[in-house]
Every structure is written in structure tokens, then in C-alpha cells.
């Protein structure tokens, strides 16, 4: 006879607050020191970034013609 055992995981309303509160004390976390998602811009890396995925599209995009 196989059993089967249920355990059930209770959640403390008090620890999940506490936990908060602990994280708050460590500082800011690097996404609301400024309110941004992403790095900021840097043109020397992002521009040549942008022409190798508008040459890269421009491949995909023409292979797809060729094949249809």
C-alpha cells in the first residue's frame, strides 16, 4: 500500500516583514538607486552594436526572401 504524505508549508505574516525590513537596512538595490532597467548608453559600444544587428537583419531578412 503506497502512502501518500501532505505537508503543508505555513507562511509567517511577521517573518516576510521582518525580511523586508532587513533588506532595507542593507542599502539601496542598484535598480532604485536611479529608477533604471537598463545600463546607461555608451555610444563607443552601442552604436557599432546597432550596425552589426541592422547588417544581421538585413542577412536574415534577405535569406528569408530567397527561400520563400
Known sequence: ???????SS???PSASKEDDTESSRDGPTPTSVRGQLAPPFTPSRDIPRGVIQAIQSTF?????????
Open 1 to 7: 500500500m503506497a502512502r501518500t504524505i501532505l505537508m
Open 10 to 12: 505555513r507562511v509567517d
Open 60 to 68: 536574415s531578412y534577405a535569406l528569408m526572401l530567397t527561400i520563400m
